[in-house]
């Protein structure tokens, strides 16, 4: 790298940490989380407010820079947020749940206040049912962080925790070990056909129950921490056989039989193969790769793949090493359609013509190879280079953060881009989008300091009879990368 090419990487770093500092929200004088763009040119409607979603990749590059108070403070204000009370009332969120979102208040001449959003004045009133996972998973994150266990053993976190895992485990419809969602609940926040187990979901819950089993202090929960015990190698069988899709898998899928009855079933959820598009994932599907799919349930399989849940599956070690490689074997063979000029889809391949009519309810928004529905958002650059630390692929997380560096601040760090190659600023895409500035120094800073990784991943995975756990007062968190 040439002289001039490393003054000009740090310049847009530089620049970078100034557009965040900008998107600090303030509360009674406390920083308390950031706003999600700080855009003048376009009316803001909820870009003003804090997304739980999006801050977790701005508290994450402030954790790893020593800026604990903010995500501290955002910690104890959301947890204030969340509501406490069993609710039988049809509009009001339900106990556990995190928000989308929040802003602060201040009427004339009165205190300040926090104003939540749970979904009820969001476009389409969307469920965030991902804000109280990526909650857990940041206050875990935290503690890595901080070795300061003593805010998430205080009692009302205790309780927040639980709270969650209750929402998340006991009340249900179904009996698989994933949890049903409708659509629209995580970061796709539109109708995008993920309604059901989709992907995303489920890896971040995965996640979030992993945190929690480190977090949830044993007395008085006993029952939680038996439950997670319990759920999480069922979760995680459930993914790794059911969701996975190489040539193998898609063999044996072509193959199947259907309106198989009982436990025998080799194919339990009566997935038809001619509602697959085998013929494209035959031809697209590298030999030495694979992924998860986009969502499993009942003659239903969504072969499209999501970055998200992808990148958090690998993460979390959800996916197997064998299935974790083959998933970055798979975005280095497919770079052209996953990463192309901007990294990275957010889904691919788009839906098109009348799929994209019923499926989305004719979005304009979500038009093929636009913004949900196959754009590219910069903000997984981070994930996308966690993935890549973490599989010992650390080049496939350097070429992207060169690809992004080059435009994203020439692009005024936009939120997202349109085209199979991402080459097209997204239509509405607004400007100095917080989680793209955040998202680019994150994947920087991780690439440089592998060392930080522990905050978003987990000691290998062993589950003790909860019973033998319950024994010791306090699970330990890993906390090496600090020492
Ligand atoms: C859009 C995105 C959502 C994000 C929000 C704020 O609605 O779909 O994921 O949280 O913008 O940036």
């Known amino acids: 790298m040439q002289l001039d090419d490393l003054a000009s990487s740090e310049s847009i770093e530089q620049e970078a ?4 500092e900008k998107s600090i929200l303030y509360y009674k004088g406390r920083p308390v989380g950031t706003i999600a763009a700080y855009d003048a040119t376009v009316e803001a409607l909820n870009y003003d407010q804090c997304f739980v979603r999006d801050f977790v990749s701005s508290a994450l590059i402030f954790l790893m820079k020593g800026r604990t108070d903010i995500v501290r403070n955002f910690l104890e204000e959301t947890l204030k947020l969340q509501p406490k009370e069993r609710q039988l009332d049809a509009y009001k969120p339900g106990r556990g749940l995190m928000p989308a979102s929040f802003k602060v208040v201040c009427d004339d001449g009165e205190e300040e206040y926090l104003e939540a959003d749970f979904g009820e004045h969001a476009i389409a009133r969307v469920t965030p049912v991902d804000s109280c996972l990526w909650w857990v998973i940041l206050l ?18 205790q309780h927040g925790i639980r709270l969650i895992m209750e929402l998340c485990l006991a009340t249900r419809f179904d009996m698989y070990p994933t949890i049903l969602v409708p ?8 109708r995008m056909g993920i309604y059901g187990h989709p992907l995303e979901i489920q890896a971040l819950f995965f996640a979030a129950l992993r945190a929690a089993r480190e977090l949830l202090i044993c007395q008085g929960n006993e029952d939680i921490v038996t439950a997670i015990d319990n759920r999480l190698p069922l979760l995680r069988t459930h993914i790794r056989q059911y969701y996975w899709m190489d040539l193998h898998r898609l063999n044996k899928i072509y193959r199947f039989k259907s309106e198989e009855y009982g436990k025998a079933a080799a194919n339990p959820f009566n997935i038809y193969a001619d509602s697959l598009p085998y013929y494209e994932l035959d031809k697209w599907l590298p030999r030495k790769g694979g992924f998860l799919v ?8 969504d072969t499209r793949f999501f970055s998200l849940g992808n990148l958090v599956a690998v993460v979390s070690d959800l996916t197997s090493e064998e299935q974790s490689q083959a998933i970055m074997n798979l975005i280095e063979e497919r770079w052209d359609d996953l990463v192309g000029d901007m990294p990275m889809k957010l889904c691919f391949p788009a839906l098109e013509n009348d799929e ?5 309810g004719c979005d304009p928004k979500n038009r093929p190879w636009s913004y949900h529905n196959g754009g590219s958002w910069p903000v997984l650059l981070w994930l996308l280079s966690a993935a890549a630390v973490k599989t010992n692929r650390i080049e496939l997380g350097h070429k992207a953060v060169e690809i992004a560096e080059a435009r994203l601040h020439l692009d005024e760090w936009p939120e997202y881009y349109d085209g199979k190659k991402g080459r097209l600023m997204g239509k509405q895409a607004r400007k100095y989008q917080t ?14 300091n592998p060392t930080f990784l522990p905050l978003v991943t987990f000691a290998p995975f062993s589950v003790e009879p909860a019973s033998r756990a319950c024994e010791f007062e306090l699970v330990q968190v890993d906390t090496v990368y600090l020492s």
Do not use: H
Not at 356 to 360: A, D, G, L, N
């Open 183 to 190: 659509d629209g609940a995580c970061m796709i926040d539109r």
């Open 294 to 301: 986009g969502n499993v349930g009942p003659s239903q399989l």
């Open 435 to 448: 989680w793209t500035i955040a998202g680019f120094l994150l994947a920087k800073e991780l690439l440089q």
């Open 356 to 360: 994209y009519r019923i499926v989305t």
């Open 17 to 20: 940490w100034t557009a965040l």
């Open 140 to 157: 875990r994150a935290y503690v890595v962080a901080t070795k300061d266990f003593s805010l998430a053993y205080q009692p009302q976190f």
